[in-house]
């Protein structure tokens, strides 16, 4: 706060300090802020702390060889198991969790496909999609949902389906059948033609039961997947050990009888992805998608909103009541 500048030069860590232009939410920002799932995710010193750690901002110093940066770069970083401190005028960044923005890209859409769009990246190759895949993704209105559809059509899926209550936004993103989950039953039409894949980054374990039980993915055997993007709820509550065995232990256990019976059973390949460590390198294969016009990321409508207590209080509930159509983000400053 008060423009005050993190101090990088004594970090044996190549670093760039960052004159933030804009910073994107995601789930785990939340999830730090509120303190439910502490024994997890955390602030490195404790509350009171910065949320928000996926940002586009201007390198104004660097440390060590600056991991090539040089000031005045225009870049976009990220973090790895906590994101914190993006929600400030300066925030210091690891040099091998940044990347530089590509120059046709505003500020807004590179903090936006800072964190989704890699991790929307991760989760196709999770599914191998492949050419000619029926595809359903849940939650195809979230901020890695309105990327994942895209690299899936992109990757030749012959037709995606997704669950969303703004279906004119999955039909601009080139989904072939919006299910508003509001009004629908999205398993009722497809019992009888199974889909191949199923990608839920909305609904959590009832989702995976309800496939499974159902028959409405392919079993293992014919290649039916079903990607875990929340393993047991959106909401995590980890304030006690038991908590986090509770949480693990049923996800665990469906991965080994998966991985053991899949020849058997007549249910999918259960796959998770808990999102995988990002690097700069993984920020610029995201970034070059945009740049090519590849995949265009999402911005919420109501985004940018601007750094006041007001601004970032708003961000926060659409975030908290999980009501953002694409990536939520907050405009720090200028470019």
């Given at each position: 706060g008060g423009g005050r500048k993190p101090v990088i030069s004594a970090s044996k860590k190549a670093m760039v300090l960052l004159r933030v232009l804009a910073c994107s939410l995601s789930p785990s920002d939340w999830r730090m802020l509120s303190g439910e799932a502490r024994l997890m995710k955390k602030p490195a010193a404790g509350f009171p702390y910065v949320p928000g750690g996926d940002v586009c901002g201007v390198v104004e110093e660097v440390s060590g060889d600056g991991g090539g940066f040089s000031p005045g770069d225009v870049v976009v970083g990220s973090w790895t198991l906590c994101g914190e401190g993006g929600l400030a005028e300066y925030h210091a960044v690891e040099a091998s969790l940044v990347a530089r923005k590509p120059r046709n890209v505003s500020p807004i859409v590179a903090a936006a496909a800072a964190n989704s769009l890699v991790h929307a990246t991760q989760i196709a190759d999770l599914a191998a999609i492949s050419p000619g895949d029926r595809v359903l993704v849940l939650g195809g209105g979230g901020g890695v949902g309105t990327s994942l559809v895209q690299i899936v059509k992109a990757r030749g899926a012959a037709y995606v389906a997704a669950t969303s209550t703004d279906c004119d936004l999955m039909t601009r993103l080139?989904?072939?059948?919006?299910?508003?989950?509001?009004?629908?039953?999205?398993?009722?039409?497809?019992?009888?033609?199974?889909?191949?894949?199923?990608?839920?980054?909305?609904?959590?374990?009832?989702?995976?039961?309800?496939?499974?039980?159902?028959?409405l993915v392919k079993p293992a055997r014919r290649g039916g997947r079903f990607v875990a993007v929340v393993p047991r709820q959106w909401n995590i509550v980890m304030t006690r050990i038991t908590h986090v065995l509770f949480w693990f232990l049923p996800v665990v256990g469906r991965l080994l009888r998966s991985r053991l019976f899949a020849r058997w059973s007549d249910r999918p390949r259960y796959r998770l992805h808990l999102g995988g460590v990002e690097t700069g390198a993984d920020i610029a294969r995201a970034l070059a998608l945009v740049d090519d016009g590849?995949?265009?990321?999402?911005?919420?409508?109501?985004?940018?909103?601007?750094?006041t207590t007001a601004g970032v209080r708003d961000a926060f509930d659409i975030l908290r009541q999980r009501k953002g159509h694409g990536k939520i983000v907050i405009q720090v400053a200028d470019a």
């Open positions: 080139g989904v072939d059948r919006c299910i508003d989950y509001t009004r629908e039953d999205w398993m009722a039409e497809f019992r009888s033609s199974p889909l191949d894949v199923v990608v839920d980054c909305a609904e959590g374990e009832a989702a995976w039961f309800r496939v499974a039980d159902a028959g590849r995949v265009a990321p999402v911005v919420d409508t109501r985004s940018a909103h601007p750094l």
